[in-house]
Every structure is written in structure tokens, then in C-alpha cells.
């Protein structure tokens, strides 16, 4: 029986853990013929493609176009095309506005939104004149509404759905489509467990596990959102099944965001 991405070439920015690897993961068990694994740290890209059938491991910084073409370039050496690529690589930084250190600020900005253009740019190079292509954002239901405390991190996923609508425009000729994906919280995933509670305990003086009850509350789904949640529908908006959208954000946030 055919798989749902058969033969498929795929790339992944931060792809070495986290969501990042189980998109990875999920693109390979779709049927992808090769994924390429670019991240920062490149030991853990290797060991992500060690666990998958064919993959190709990259050191790259998305903030710097001579490693995103270079990570482009190389993906379509290994494996001679580039059907999809999923610009999840991102940081978050939180702060109150008028204490938000303005470097900081620049950096969330620096990586989720002009990180994502770069990457577009460059897979955009690759797939107009193969007429075809998929490119897909990790953005974030902060991509939606405004974040507390959050400012840098929600322009950045603001700005994100806008530049995903405009390329989704600029290549809709080329048959590639452009589309975003706005998780909830991952409150299990290692971003939350290893920092965030922690960060928000601090800033909101209350105990990790209030950090945690308080975000749970706001779903009415009463559950955090999971990584599978979120593959399940980077599989669909990869694949043929979804030929007639692009430029769509859309939402895997259990009732929370709903526009």
C-alpha cells in the first residue's frame, strides 16, 4: 500500500529533538525517502538520523543564509530533490516590555521570523523550477493572540503568519504551497519541563506545578497538546491530500485558539 508521503524528500530545521525529531520521525514513517536533520547542534542531528530508515544529518544556524543554502544545497545533493520543508527551528525568550533586554528581544525575532524567511527563500530556490513543493511553519497559537509576557516570541509568530500568507501568494504559480501550523502548549515537552515552568514560577511567583494548572485551565479540551497532535497535521498539509490549501494557519490547540 502506498504511504501517505511515498518517496518524498523532506528537510527539517531543528530537527534534532523535541517536536523537531518527532516530525522527523513521523515524515520518515509517512514513507519520505530521505530527511534531512538540520540543526545547531549537529551531534544530536546525527543522532536523530541514526533512528531513521535514510537521512542526512546538518549543522546549521537558520539566522545565517550561507548555512541555509548550504543546507538546502546539500539536501538536494544527497538525494537529487526537495519535495518538503518544515521551518520549525525557533527559541523563546519571555519578558515584561519594559524590562525586556533589547538584544534578547532582536534574537527571538532574528530566529523564528527572519530564520523561517531565509529557509523559505532557499527552498523556494530548489522547488519553482521543479513545479512543485511543500513549505510549512511551526508557529504557535501565540501566532494568533497576543502572549503574556511574551511580546518577542508573539511577533515573531504574528509576523510569521503574515510572511506564510505572502509566499504561499508569491508561489502559488509554482504549484508549491505554503502553510502554518499553530500549536497549543506542549506543557510534557522538554522546552516546558526544562525552562519554561521554571521561567514563569520566577516571573509569576507561584510553584511550577500552578505554571502548569493555570495553562492547563485555559484549554477546554483539559489536556496539553502532544507531538502527535501536532505530526499528524504536518503530515496532512504535506501531502497530496491537501493539494487546494496554502497560505492557511491552522490551529492544534484543543479549542483554545479558534480563528
Known amino acids: 500500500m502506498k504511504k501517505l508521503l511515498q518517496d518524498r524528500i523532506a528537510l527539517v530545521t531543528g530537527?534534532?529533538?523535541?517536536?523537531?525529531?518527532?516530525?522527523?520521525?513521523?515524515?520518515?514513517?509517512?514513507?519520505?525517502?530521505?530527511v534531512a536533520v538540520a540543526d545547531r547542534?549537529?551531534?544530536?542531528?546525527?543522532e536523530t538520523v541514526a533512528h531513521l530508515p535514510a537521512g542526512l544529518a546538518l549543522r546549521a544556524d537558520v539566522t545565517d543564509e550561507a548555512q541555509v543554502a548550504e543546507m538546502v544545497d546539500r539536501t538536494v545533493q544527497k538525494f537529487g530533490q526537495l519535495d518538503i520543508v518544515v521551518a520549525n527551528a525557533g527559541i523563546l525568550i519571555s519578558g515584561e516590555i519594559s524590562e525586556f533586554p533589547a538584544?534578547?528581544?532582536?534574537?527571538?525575532l532574528e530566529v523564528d521570523l527572519f530564520g523561517y524567511f531565509l529557509t523559505a527563500k532557499h527552498a523556494a530556490r530548489v522547488m519553482k523550477p521543479q513545479k512543485r513543493g511543500v513549505i510549512l511553519q511551526i508557529?504557535?497559537?501565540?501566532?494568533k493572540k497576543g502572549s503574556y509576557k511574551n511580546s518577542a516570541y508573539a511577533a515573531a509568530k504574528f509576523g510569521g503568519i503574515g510572511l506564510?500568507?505572502?509566499?504561499?501568494?508569491?508561489?502559488?504559480?509554482y504549484g508549491i504551497r505554503?502553510?502554518?501550523?499553530?500549536?497549543?502548549?506542549?506543557?510534557?515537552s522538554p522546552l516546558w519541563v526544562n525552562s519554561l515552568y521554571r521561567q514563569y514560577a520566577e516571573k509569576w511567583g507561584i510553584t511550577e506545578a500552578e505554571v502548569r494548572q493555570r495553562y492547563m485551565d485555559q484549554v477546554p479540551m483539559k489536556r496539553s497538546c502532544t507531538y502527535e497532535d501536532v505530526c499528524h497535521v504536518v503530515a496532512f498539509l504535506a501531502s497530496d491530500q491537501a493539494a487546494y490549501m496554502t497560505g492557511q494557519a491552522i490551529n492544534v490547540t484543543g479549542g483554545q485558539e479558534m480563528h
Open 103 to 108: 538584544d534578547q528581544w532582536r534574537q527571538v
Open 139 to 143: 508557529n504557535s497559537k501565540s501566532g
Open 15 to 34: 530537527g534534532a529533538q523535541g517536536l523537531g525529531q518527532a516530525i522527523c520521525q513521523r515524515l520518515a514513517a509517512e514513507g519520505c525517502r530521505g
Open 164 to 173: 506564510t500568507q505572502s509566499i504561499a501568494l508569491d508561489l502559488a504559480e
Open 41 to 46: 547542534n549537529e551531534a544530536a542531528a546525527r
Open 178 to 188: 505554503v502553510n502554518a501550523v499553530c500549536p497549543g502548549n506542549l506543557l510534557d
